[in-house]
């Protein structure tokens, strides 16, 4: 029986509670700009998921932490618990 691939999306809000802008209108905590930020419940879920991946390449550890935490919870624990470590 072959198994068909599982999609999975990273819906969750990546917010760490520092809401506070740049000059750009980025926010310095979680890394969306003003817009994102205010239509995030509208989102759909792939336009959501697109977000996250992004941020999950820019942004600094709590950003990293909360949505790795969210995939862990939503598909198995022992996914990512090798990111962010060095393997030497």
Do not use: F, Y
């Not at 310095?28 to 998921?49: D, F, L, Q, V």
């Not at 990293?64 to 198995?76: E, H, M, N, T, V």
């Amino acid at each position: 029986m072959t198994r068909l691939p599982v999609t999975i999306l990273l819906t969750a809000n990546p917010c760490v509670s520092v809401c506070k802008l740049d000059d750009d209108g980025v926010c310095i905590g979680c890394g969306r700009s003003r817009a994102e930020m205010k239509g995030w419940k509208a989102m759909a879920p792939e336009t959501r998921h697109d977000i996250n991946m992004r941020l999950l390449a820019t942004q600094d550890k709590p950003v990293r932490k909360r949505l790795i935490k969210a995939l862990r919870k939503d598909i198995g624990k022992d996914i990512g618990k090798d990111i962010g470590k060095d393997k030497r």
